[in-house]
């Protein structure tokens, strides 16, 4: 069956440091993978999605950065972390054409 | 992809069954309908999608109605488990896939 892991769960940084989220899926090859926000009691943001290897549109403009260096591996980025970049980032990849997406457990970042 | 209309909160007795409206008026003919729930500091978890037929699964039914501008996720026998924020999403059947998750439902399910 396939999974997908993110980490670290939770992260606490300073404004101006760089990020860099991971999101790896298991048994499944070529998926679609997504890097979404959310804001405490809000629904999900779609911030990056990828269709293959090197393959990344970017849905808002922001201070944020994606990469998808392996198959299964999608990174979210940052140079210098903002405020505003606070947040529950969620990871999530699809099979494609009209398949569900699923979701990892999140990671909860503050910034300070 | 279009854009859904869903109720802010619902209660719900536990044992009975939660219906659970959303609106979709603008949906396109290939635009699915899917619904996510979140519990509490964890992702969104898939529960059904359909394009314009009824579906069941062991988790809900999803009724659709004829001209697809709504549809009603339904949890038979709730249970207190079943309290979290429930997501309907409208997305296209294209590769990319992409969903536009509005606030959702917060359903509530009492004892």
């Known amino acids: 069956s396939q999974t997908i892991h993110q980490w670290p769960a939770t992260l606490v940084q300073p404004v101006g440091s760089p990020l860099s989220l991971e999101c790896t899926v298991e048994g499944t090859s070529n998926p679609n993978l997504y890097w979404y926000r959310q804001a405490a009691g809000r629904g999900l943001q779609l911030l990056f999605y990828s269709v293959g290897i090197g393959q990344i549109s970017s849905e808002v403009p922001q201070n944020l950065s994606a990469s998808r260096p392996q198959d299964r591996q999608f990174i979210l980025s940052s140079k210098k972390l903002l405020l505003s970049d606070s947040g529950f980032y969620l990871c999530?990849?699809?099979?494609?054409?009209?398949?569900?997406?699923?979701f990892g457990d999140g990671t909860r970042l503050s910034i300070l | 992809d279009a854009k859904t209309t869903q109720p802010t909160s619902m209660d719900c007795a536990e044992g009975r069954a939660a219906n659970l409206p959303c609106n979709h008026s603008t949906i396109s003919g290939n635009e699915y309908v899917y619904w996510y729930r979140q519990i509490h500091s964890q992702g969104p978890q898939y529960i059904i999608h359909g394009l314009k037929n009824n579906e069941t699964n062991e988790m809900a039914s999803l009724i659709i109605t004829e001209d697809r501008k709504s549809s009603t996720l339904i949890l038979p026998h709730a249970t207190l488990r079943d309290t979290a924020v429930y997501y309907c999403?409208?997305?296209?059947?294209?590769?990319?896939?992409?969903?536009?998750f509005g606030d959702g439902t917060t359903l509530t399910v009492k004892p």
């Open positions: 999530a990849w699809s099979k494609g054409k009209g398949q569900p997406q699923h």
């Open positions: 999403i409208v997305r296209a059947n294209t590769n990319a896939g992409k969903s536009t």
